[in-house]
């Protein structure tokens, strides 16, 4: 687990951001050192070529699905080492053309995400990335627009995961992090955690 180890040393944690009481965990350092982004890309190939494709028969994933905004430095780096679509789910109002909408809850109230009609396609095998999940309300939101273009979930796949907030219950197929922390920001020890939640 050297991978996850020097993945976790670049995370930053942030105290009362973006509101009192809150940790938050940045992942963006990541991406300032091209070793460590380079060794956080080939650990999530390797979890969706030993795990993930074993989820499905045609052992092929057609689309990943970013989630706005973080998801967009991942999942187009993953989709093109696939041979898979990349999707970006974005808040409502932000794509052209025709778009499918879903309406979640946050925090502070509700929000929207889309997707442009026909980016996903009936049948499609999918994977969802993004750097964090929380209460898993974004998360669930993309999941519903998948399921409403026809596509099929098969695993979420995060940076960090709080699993202490339970947001991968809400989720309709499997959820992987490769970081789990704790309240305080704080990795939690991986032979102590469950990485891989099933429904």
């Known amino acids: 687990m050297a991978d996850v180890a020097l993945i976790t040393s670049k995370l930053s944690v942030h105290s009362d951001f973006p509101k009192e009481g809150i940790n938050f965990m940045d992942?963006?350092?990541?991406?300032?050192?091209?070793?460590?982004?380079?060794?956080?890309?080939?650990?999530?190939?390797?979890?969706?070529?030993?795990?993930?494709?074993?989820?499905?028969?045609?052992?092929?994933?057609?689309?990943?699905?970013?989630?706005?905004?973080?998801?967009?430095?991942?999942g187009p780096i993953i989709a093109l080492r696939l041979g898979a679509a990349f999707v970006p789910v974005r808040k409502a109002g932000k794509l052209p053309g025709k778009t499918i909408t879903v309406v979640y809850e946050k925090e502070y109230g509700d929000d929207s995400f889309a997707i442009q009609e026909g980016s996903v396609s009936p049948g499609d095998n999918v994977v969802v990335i993004d750097d964090l999940i929380a209460t898993g309300g974004s998360a669930k939101a993309a999941g519903d627009?998948?399921?409403?273009?026809?596509?099929?979930?098969?695993?979420?796949?995060?940076?960090?995961?709080?699993?202490f907030l339970k947001g991968h219950d809400k989720l309709d197929a499997p959820s992987y992090w490769v970081i789990e922390a704790d309240p305080s920001g704080s990795p939690v020890d991986k032979k102590d955690s469950n990485l891989l939640s099933a429904i």
């Open 27 to 74: 992942f963006l350092p990541i991406l300032r050192d091209p070793f460590a982004f380079e060794t956080l890309i080939t650990h999530i190939m390797n979890h969706i070529l030993t795990t993930t494709l074993h989820m499905t028969q045609k052992k092929k994933i057609d689309v990943v699905v970013g989630l706005d905004a973080r998801g967009f430095l991942l």
């Open 145 to 163: 627009l998948i399921k409403q273009a026809g596509g099929r979930t098969l695993e979420y796949i995060f940076v960090i995961g709080l699993a």
